[in-house]
């Protein structure tokens, strides 16, 4: 399979800047996850990969074919890319296995090709002769991947390909469609905006914003050492603080915090912290600052905690085993567990308050 690599990529539309110059790479055999905001730019860059759109300026390749950027663009059909739209646009009068097959050759039709392309998706090869109108949202998903991937393309683009179903069956497609990956060899870039489903699925993260890359790494890395704190409210709640940090600790409202800084190295003098939800922990009684319990968000594995620190009014946001929710209005001690994350007070984006915040995917 193939890797992909943009360098440089701009799209204007008319007075409108929607890619500022996009830099990224995505390693053979790999699922890159575009995570972003609607209108951030995420199903510009696809449409560009695919050919549907040309950039105004840089560079695409795929493998060691430079597709954009020397010379005339390599038109869609020789780009051997395909494309799982947001609502799988199925052909509605045709069947299963006419619609996996519709891109390929009579011989390899009539080979098997549709029937192992069903099984990969994790289909039976019986649901080959009915029509979409008979499937589940989650099983025609399914069926425009194994369309995709029929012709056996360089690399796969999925644009949200999972928004429109229900949570029940969005789990179990993701899931099969990224095994369906797998399986596949598949080098594969899914657009979404759905940060569970970016960490839980990619083996690469990238995050934009405003039409910038403003991280790739690892979803751990992202989630644990996001590049800045906007990026820390999109992929997962987090709670933003000031301080002052000397000697590797932080002073804050939650105490002495052991501290570490951002990806741009260490940090001291004044600064905000980030913490995750997780890392507060909540007890009735002994060490720690004292919380009252605005209310809490209950969620059957979890919960989430909203406290109002007792001296200051400060709002902090806790995460919980959902057996272990306390009740609003009650008193709480609060420690913290691990390490704060660090920015320079002046490196927090314009939009976010100086004397506390929650940043939740919604705010950032």
């Given at each position: 399979m193939?890797a992909?690599?943009?360098s440089?990529?701009t799209?204007?539309?008319?007075?409108?800047?929607v890619?500022?110059g996009?830099?990224?790479?995505?390693?053979?055999?790999s699922?890159?996850?575009v995570?972003?905001?609607s209108?951030?730019?995420?199903?510009?860059?696809?449409?560009l990969?695919?050919?549907?759109?040309?950039?105004?300026?840089?560079?695409?390749?795929?493998?060691?074919?430079?597709?954009?950027?020397?010379?005339?663009?390599?038109?869609?059909?020789h780009?051997?890319?395909?494309?799982?739209?947001?609502?799988?646009?199925?052909?509605?009068?045709?069947?299963?296995a006419?619609?996996?097959?519709?891109?390929?050759?009579?011989?390899?039709?009539?080979?098997?090709?549709?029937?192992?392309?069903?099984?990969?998706?994790?289909l039976?090869?019986?649901?080959?002769?009915?029509h979409?109108?008979?499937?589940?949202?989650?099983?025609?998903?399914?069926?425009?991947l194994?369309r995709?991937?029929?012709?056996?393309?360089?690399?796969?683009?999925?644009?949200?390909?999972?928004?429109?179903?229900d949570?029940?069956?969005?789990?179990?497609?993701?899931?099969?469609?990224?095994?369906?990956?797998?399986?596949?060899?598949?080098?594969?870039?899914?657009?979404t905006?759905?940060?569970?489903?970016a960490?839980?699925?990619?083996?690469?993260?990238?995050v934009?914003?405003n039409?910038r890359?403003?991280?790739l790494?690892?979803?751990?890395i992202?989630?644990?050492?996001?590049?800045?704190?906007?990026?820390?409210?999109?992929v997962?709640?987090a709670?933003?603080?000031p301080a002052?940090?000397?000697?590797g600790y932080?002073?804050?409202?939650?105490g002495?915090?052991?501290v570490?800084?951002?990806?741009?190295?260490?940090?001291?003098?004044?600064?905000?912290?980030?913490?995750?939800p997780?890392?507060?922990?909540?007890?009735?009684?002994?060490?720690g600052?004292?919380a009252?319990?605005?209310?809490?968000?209950?969620?059957?594995?979890?919960?989430?905690?909203?406290?109002?620190?007792?001296?200051?009014?400060t709002?902090?946001?806790?995460?919980?085993?959902?057996?272990?929710r306390?009740?609003?209005?009650?008193?709480?001690?609060?420690?913290?567990t691990?390490?704060?994350?660090?920015?320079?007070?002046?490196t927090?984006?314009?939009g976010?308050?100086?004397?506390?915040?929650?940043l939740?995917?919604?705010?950032?």
């Open positions: 193939t992909l690599t943009l440089g990529v799209k204007a539309f008319g007075s409108a800047q890619l500022r996009v830099d990224l790479h995505v390693p053979a055999r699922l890159t996850a995570l972003g905001p209108g951030c730019g995420k199903t510009t860059l696809l449409r990969v695919a050919g549907f759109d040309d950039p105004d300026a840089g560079m695409i390749a795929l493998g060691g074919e430079t597709v954009v950027g020397a010379g005339r663009p390599r038109p869609p059909q780009r051997r890319v395909g494309y799982v739209p947001q609502e799988g646009a199925l052909f509605p009068h045709l069947s299963v006419a619609n996996v097959g519709f891109g390929l050759a009579r011989r390899q039709r009539s080979a098997g090709r549709v029937g192992e392309l069903l099984e990969l998706v994790g039976s090869p019986a649901l080959a002769s009915r979409p109108h008979e499937l589940s949202g989650g099983q025609q998903q399914r069926v425009a194994a995709a991937l029929a012709p056996r393309p360089s690399i796969v683009l999925l644009d949200e390909p999972f928004s429109s179903l949570a029940g069956l969005r789990e179990s497609t993701r899931r099969a469609v990224a095994d369906a990956l797998v399986a596949a060899e598949a080098t594969a870039v899914l657009v905006h759905d940060q569970a489903e960490l839980s699925l990619a083996d690469q993260v990238a934009m914003r039409g890359l403003v991280q790494a690892a979803p751990e992202v989630y644990q050492s996001p590049s800045d704190a906007g990026v820390a409210g999109f997962g709640e709670v933003l603080l002052s940090v000397s000697n932080a002073t804050c409202e939650l002495s915090l052991a570490r800084g951002t990806v741009s190295g260490p940090v001291s003098g004044q600064v905000r912290i980030l913490l995750r997780e890392q507060l922990l909540l007890s009735d009684s002994g060490a600052v004292e009252r319990v605005r209310d809490v968000s209950y969620f059957g594995h979890d919960a989430s905690v909203r406290l109002e620190l007792v001296a200051g009014g709002e902090v946001l806790a995460r919980v085993a959902g057996h272990e306390p009740r609003p209005g009650s008193l709480v001690r609060l420690t913290v691990g390490e704060a994350l660090a920015y320079p007070a002046g927090v984006p314009a976010t308050v100086p004397t506390g915040v929650i939740t995917p919604s705010s950032s």
